[in-house]
């Protein structure tokens, strides 16, 4: 089992940044990926960034150049720095890691981007 828990959500204005954070506890030696994906209002849940333990990462189109997903393997925490901020990037972020052949989510943070 994995427990994931999200901060660093808010109401940020548009070019506006955040950070947001996302500390692992549990089972933590089997997680092999972790990422941050998000659900805007009547839209889907969606990849937004990943990062596997070796290092690889990969980011949805809409959002490359803006954010960047890291990792501290040290404090079992990951990160997503978000810049340049649209109000399109409103939506609740969820912090995944995939463990052991299962996906665990956390309960996720609000993100709002508007004047």
């Known amino acids: 089992q994995v427990q994931l828990v999200e901060s660093g959500g808010g109401l940020v204005q548009p070019g506006g940044s955040l950070r947001l954070s996302c500390a692992a506890s549990g089972s933590i030696s089997s997680i092999y990926a972790m990422g941050w994906y998000r659900q805007g209002p009547g839209n889907q849940r969606e990849l937004v960034a990943a990062?596997?333990?070796?290092?690889?990462?990969r980011y949805a189109d809409s959002v490359k150049g803006r954010f960047t997903i890291s990792r501290d393997n040290a404090k079992n925490t990951v990160y997503l720095q978000m810049n340049s901020l649209k109000p399109e990037d409103t939506a609740v972020y969820y912090c995944n890691a995939y463990a052991g052949g299962m996906d665990y989510w956390g309960k996720g943070t609000l993100v709002t981007v508007s004047s």
């Open positions: 990062a596997s333990s070796g290092g690889s990462t």
